[in-house]
């Protein structure tokens, strides 16, 4: 004969502490927000969104350099803020969101656009920068692979500490 008992003491006890580490979720945003820190440092380093390189740049090609990093003043820019309910990732460089998502610019005041490439001067009415998403989100929202699994790990460990 087999038999089973089950001491519901701990089980109980292991349910209040999930309520508990479900409430207080700040811990768990630092720790997704370290994990984007960490994930867009790794695009600058390897000039990719995850597994998908980026286009090179012409400045990079020419230079024999990283694309997004002429100055390095973009990646360093990266800051995360958190709070109880959420965790951010972002920059306060102007021209992060088009090198982010891609696009075209077009001049505001001018009739053209004027710029230096290598030794040569441009004079252009529109230039198309192409998207180069190097936080781990993309402008459709989309995570770059192996980004979701990473932050659900961190979300089950967060919320399973201490049963």
């Known amino acids: ?8 003491s701990q089980l109980d006890k292991g349910f209040k502490q999930l309520l508990i580490n479900a409430r207080n979720k700040r811990k768990m945003m ?7 820190q960490s994930l867009t440092e790794d695009n ?7 597994n998908e390189k980026w286009i090179k740049s012409q400045r990079a090609i020419e230079q024999n350099g990283q694309t997004l990093q002429s100055s390095g003043q973009l990646a360093a ?4 803020h958190v709070e109880e309910d959420f965790a951010r990732i972002g920059t306060n460089k102007i021209y992060s969101a088009i090198q982010h998502t891609g696009g075209s610019v077009t001049p505001k005041n001018k009739p053209y656009l004027c710029f230096r490439m290598g030794m040569q001067y441009i004079k252009t009415k529109k230039v ?3 998207a180069r998403p190097y936080l781990p ?5 989309k995570l770059q692979s192996g980004a979701q699994n990473r932050f659900i790990e961190i979300a089950l460990e967060a919320l399973s500490k201490n049963i």
């Open 1 to 8: 004969m087999l038999s089973i008992d089950l001491d519901s």
């Open 77 to 80: 820019s990266i800051s995360t």
């Open 30 to 36: 630092v720790s997704i927000a370290t994990e984007m």
């Open 128 to 130: 198309t920068i192409p």
């Open 137 to 141: 989100i993309n402008s459709e929202g």
């Open 44 to 50: 600058f380093s390897k000039e990719s969104f995850g």
